[in-house]
């Protein structure tokens, strides 16, 4: 969709979904063409599902745009619903479970640390 870097700004795409297990489907942002210093995703976790555990290199952070649920971080858990976030140090593990009845909705932010 972009020709050109969009640093004066403009709609932005998503990358096709990747669906996961227990029907979890995520959306990456496509930033092609815009000075980011991080990248984005939105995933949906059905009720009852819960993400795989992740572990990586990278900062993140999540925005709960939408349910419920519990995190799972440090060995941990943590009750979020709409409006809250959730920050993640590098090489922690982590994971979201839906503990509610709609889906929960996660926009997450990463960047190198």
């Known amino acids: 969709m972009h ?3 969009l640093s004066g700004g403009g709609p932005l795409t998503c ?3 990747i669906p996961g297990p227990d029907g979890i489907t ?4 496509d930033l092609t063409g815009v000075p980011a210093p991080f990248s984005s995703s939105v995933f949906v976790v059905p009720p009852g599902a ?3 555990v ?3 290199g ?3 952070t999540w925005f709960i745009g939408a349910g419920e649920g519990h995190v799972e971080y440090a060995g941990d858990a943590y009750p979020v619903r709409t409006g809250d976030s959730f920050h993640f140090a590098t090489r922690e593990r982590h994971r979201v479970r839906n ?4 889906a929960l909705t996660v ?3 990463w960047w190198s640390a």
Request: aromatic share 4%; net charge negative; proline share 8%.
């Open 3 to 5: 020709d050109a870097p």
């Open 15 to 17: 990358l096709p979904e």
């Open 26 to 29: 995520l959306r990456e942002h």
């Open 50 to 52: 819960a993400t795989d």
């Open 54 to 56: 992740d572990v990586h």
């Open 58 to 60: 990278v900062v993140e």
């Open 99 to 102: 503990s509610g009845t709609g």
């Open 107 to 109: 926009f997450s932010v």
